[in-house]
Nanobody, 124 residues
Framework: VQLQAFGGGLVQPGGSLRLSCASS????????VAWFRQAPGKEREFVSA????????DYAEFLQGRFIITRDNAKNTGYLQMNSLQPEDTSLYYC??????????????????WGQGTLVTVSS
């Protein structure tokens, strides 16, 4: 499985972006997909995840409902809609995939496949 994350960019505080995670595999629905992020000088942290068929999702508490994770298995693509972006959301965002388990989404070491990261910068 090869993943490609894209959709990052520069946005003003309060703005929105939608990240995409495109997969080369044909069995995309058999993989859980997660988003992690890493800000300069900080450790990578969990952001959100969605189960293989989309029935379960998980969000980091610091998001406070601002982000929405979805997926379209017919297009082999996952999405992260980011709203009300703040400067502290500035990070390199990675998508990752693992064989579907449908639970314990935050275990970073379980994700075997990673995209290259897409940079999100929130600044006025």
């Amino acid at each position: 499985v090869q993943l490609q994350a894209f959709g990052g960019g520069l946005v003003q505080p309060g703005g929105s972006l939608r990240l995409s995670c495109a997969s080369s595999g044909s069995t995309f629905s058999t993989y859980d997909v997660a988003w992690f992020r890493q800000a300069p000088g900080k450790e990578r942290e969990f952001v959100s995840a969605i189960s293989g068929r989309g029935g379960r999702v998980d969000y980091a508490e610091f998001l406070q409902g601002r982000f929405i994770i979805t997926r379209d298995n017919a297009k082999n693509t996952g999405y992260l809609q980011m709203n009300s972006l703040q400067p502290e959301d500035t990070s390199l965002y990675y998508c990752a995939a693992r064989r579907a388990r449908g639970q314990d989404f935050r275990l970073e070491d379980e994700y075997r496949y990673w995209g290259q990261g897409t940079l999100v910068t929130v600044s006025s």
